[in-house]
Structure formats: structure tokens, C-alpha cells
């Protein structure tokens, strides 16, 4: 089972996708959470990404389609995975395509989480990740237990850089210009959702639709 959720940073993909995963018993892959991975360890495409990041601009294709044509080989993607953050643009929906050929594989669904940009602002200005496991919470909707305190592995909690108010902005006019254009190119496939609602109601709307229905 192969899902590609789309939608505006601060849709719910990542809680969504982290949920999924533990219910479908598939891999979830975030290219954001690898990237911020790659910052914390140092390495070449950490340093190349971290500037792009922090200015809520987009990595460059080219390093964002090696990451996935190398994690989608891993063993945990054997059963299938979630797409969440990737693709991004078209260029990166084409080469997904390719990938996928070469190991005879598909995308099975392409499910779009659609929220208005008010939402999206309160959802990132409120949200807080840990540190350690990279979890999100909301200060709001998804308090953790003990304040700036991850209830899943007790890691400090922090307001990413690119969750700042001057940067949520610039993310959504990046998201118009670069990303909304793959509801055009999935036109066949893609189903949206309002994702709006509560966390656990969009969850089962989005198992119903993954198991057909
Ligand atoms: P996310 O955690 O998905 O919101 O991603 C955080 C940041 O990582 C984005 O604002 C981009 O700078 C970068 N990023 C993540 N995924 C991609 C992608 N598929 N293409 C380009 N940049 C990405």
C-alpha cells in the first residue's frame, strides 16, 4: 500500500501519517523529518537543506528525490509506506513516478488534506515538536501532559524555526506556487478531505478511505 498525502504545512499530514503508520502497519516517511535528522547530525544534506529550511523555502529536487529513491528501499518500506511532505512539485511527482516504475511499483491513493490558511497559521504558530522523537503537539489541541515536555519519549519540546510567524507566511505562498499545481497533475486520483476536524474523526475518514470505503 502505497498513500501520498498532500496538503498546506499545517494540514495534520505528519499527525495523520504517524497514525496511519501505527494502524496500517506501513512505513511513514517525512522528507522534513529526514532533513531535520540530517541538521541534528551534520551531514552534507543537512548542511545544504538548513538554509532553505529555516527560510521556509524548498530543498532543491535534486536532493530531495535521492533522499526518497533511497528510504523507499529500506526493508520497512517493503509492505508500503505513506508519503507525507513528498512530492512537493511536479518535477518531484514525475521522478516518484519513475522510482516506482523501476520497482514495479504504484502510488494507491493520493488523498489531499484540505484546510483554510487561517488554519493553518493558528495550527503552526501553536505547534511544538520534540526535539528527540520529533513528534508534534499543540499548545492548544494537543497539549502534552507536562508543559514543553514529549509525552511519547520525555524529550524537550520546541517551536521549529520555520513554525515562526514571518516564515508561515512565506511557506504558504511557496505552497501555491510549487506544490498546489500536483492537485492538477494527481487530477485522476487524487480525493480531497476536509481536514479540519478533529484529529481522531479525519484519522478514521482517512482508514475508511485507504481500505476502500
Ligand atoms: P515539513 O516538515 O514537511 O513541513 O518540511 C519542512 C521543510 O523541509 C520544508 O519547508 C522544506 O524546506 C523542506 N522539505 C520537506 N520536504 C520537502 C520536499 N519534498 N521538497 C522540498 N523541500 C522539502
Known amino acids: 500500500m502505497i498513500v501520498v498525502l498532500l496538503g498546506a504545512p499545517g494540514s495534520g499530514k505528519g499527525t495523520q501519517a504517524t497514525k496511519l503508520k501505527d494502524a496500517l502497519g506501513i512505513a511513514h516517511i517525512s522528507t522534513g523529518d529526514i532533513l531535520r535528522e540530517s541538521i541534528k547530525k551534520g551531514t552534507p544534506v543537512g548542511k545544504k537543506a538548513k538554509e532553505y529550511m529555516e527560510a521556509g523555502g524548498l530543498v532543491p529536487d535534486s536532493i ?87 509525552d511519547k519519549c520525555g524529550g524537550e519540546l520546541y517551536q521549529r524555526n520555520d513554525d515562526k510567524a514571518e516564515t508561515i507566511k512565506h511557506r504558504l505562498e511557496v505552497y501555491r506556487k510549487d506544490t498546489y499545481p500536483l492537485l492538477e497533475y494527481y487530477k485522476k486520483a487524487v480525493i480531497n478531505i476536509k481536514a479540519d476536524e478533529d484529529i481522531d474523526k479525519i484519522t478514521e475518514r482517512l482508514m475508511a478511505l485507504i481500505k476502500g470505503k
Open 64 to 150: 530531495i528525490i535521492e533522499i526518497i529513491a533511497q528510504r523507499i528501499k529500506e526493508p520497512d518500506c517493503k509492505k508500503g509506506f505513506i508519503l507525507d511532505g513528498f512530492p512537493r512539485t511536479v518535477k518531484q511527482a514525475e521522478s516518484l513516478d519513475g522510482i516506482l516504475k523501476e520497482s514495479n511499483l504504484k502510488i494507491d491513493k493520493v488523498i489531499s488534506m484540505d484546510v483554510t490558511d487561517s488554519i493553518v497559521i493558528e495550527r503552526l504558530s501553536g505547534r511544538r515538536t520534540c526535539r528527540k522523537c520529533g513528534v508534534n503537539f499543540h499548545i492548544k489541541y494537543n497539549a502534552p501532559s507536562k508543559e514543553n515536555i514529549c
